[in-house]
Nanobody
Framework: QVQLVQSGGGLVQAGGSLTLSCEPS????????MGWFRQAPGKEREFLTS????????RYADSVKGRFTISRDSMKNTVSLQMNDLKPEDTAVYYC??????????????WGQGTQVTVSS
């Protein structure tokens, strides 16, 4: 059974930075696309960014483009989300996701457990 284990997150002031990490336990997710989503209270889950396997092509939602960077380390079997210039509206629970098909990341095979990110003004 594969689990996506997230780490990082927490409380930061506006303009600050945080890094989230996601590592699969159980086995290597070779060939899987991975991504990050978030869900704020009272809102639907929002796509943030994804990265493909192999050539590692990244895509970003407009809301985070230029501020967030996704990266993956195939050797360490991790995917990270570097978040800069954080804003109070970035406050949410953040989730990593993994699926063999990039197009299915919205309903992925695996979800992380979620990590709270709170940005104070």
């Amino acid at each position: 059974q594969v689990q996506l284990v997230q780490s990082g997150g927490g409380l930061v002031q506006a303009g600050g930075s945080l890094t989230l990490s996601c590592e699969p336990s159980g086995r290597t997710l070779s060939g899987y696309a991975m991504g990050w989503f978030r869900q704020a209270p009272g809102k639907e889950r929002e796509f943030l960014t994804s990265i493909s396997w192999g050539v590692k092509i990244a895509r970003y939602a407009d809301s985070v483009k230029g501020r967030f960077t996704i990266s993956r380390d195939s050797m360490k079997n991790t995917v990270s989300l570097q978040m800069n210039d954080l804003k109070p509206e970035d406050t949410a629970v953040y989730y990593c996701a993994a699926d063999l098909a990039l197009s299915r990341l919205g309903s992925p095979q695996y979800w992380g457990q979620g990590t709270q990110v709170t940005v104070s003004s």
